[in-house]
């Protein structure tokens, strides 16, 4: 598909990235202030990640072979892999914080669970995207 | 260790512009910007590609800092 030009492709990965990112941020906010936290449909997480996946998955494909190379090339490699090492670190983090607070009964262990992976799962794309969006290049 | 980069002065000599730099070399404007800045360490193989498109030595675009 030649409208799948090299900024195009760029466009759907950071669109899709920001997407996740304020869903897992809002999901993550919301396990920890929501009145009801049953209500809130946390197994959303999945079939979001997922759609995002194929969406990106999608547009790497149907591109010509060249753009994909452009878009996805060894500078978003770099700066997607700093992004997921980022995302480690802040899942240990996170649950070390989260326990803590659960400790010292704080926070349900329910809410500080449920907040501590959504939350740290939007950490890699938050951090992808003040890489490429924050002025450094 | 730290890589100097002259690509910019290099690519300007030769009258190119950012993106028509990185269309030649196959990668976004994005990295090239990241790479003349020096917040992203090019491959070999981009290296190469670079001092090709630019008709110059590797060398030429980057050297280690004085010292290393």
């Known amino acids: 598909m030649t409208f799948l030009t090299p900024g195009r492709i760029t466009w759907i990965t950071q669109a899709v990235f920001a997407a996740l990112a304020v869903f897992f941020l809002g999901m993550a906010l919301g396990a920890v202030f929501a009145p009801d936290l049953a209500a809130l449909p946390g197994w959303l997480g999945a079939p979001v990640g997922l759609i995002g996946a194929v969406l990106l998955f999608s547009a790497a494909w149907f591109a010509p072979r060249r753009a994909a190379n452009i878009a996805f090339d060894e500078g978003y490699q770099h700066d997607w892999l700093h992004a997921q090492a980022r995302g480690y670190w802040a899942f240990v983090f996170a649950f070390a914080i989260g326990g803590n607070l659960v400790a010292a009964d704080i926070l349900p262990v329910g809410r500080a669970f449920m907040a501590c992976s959504l939350g740290a799962a939007a950490v890699p794309f938050v951090w992808f995207l003040a890489r490429r969006w924050g002025g450094r290049g | ?68």
């Open chain 2, 1 to 68: 260790m730290s890589l100097v980069s002259n690509l910019k002065a290099r690519r300007q000599a030769a009258g190119l512009t950012q993106a028509e730099l990185a269309e030649r070399v196959e990668v976004s404007r994005k990295t090239v910007n990241t790479v003349e800045n020096g917040v992203f360490v090019p491959s070999t193989v981009l290296a190469l590609k670079l001092a090709r498109a630019l008709g110059c030595r590797v060398e030429d675009l980057f050297r280690l800092e004085a010292g290393e």
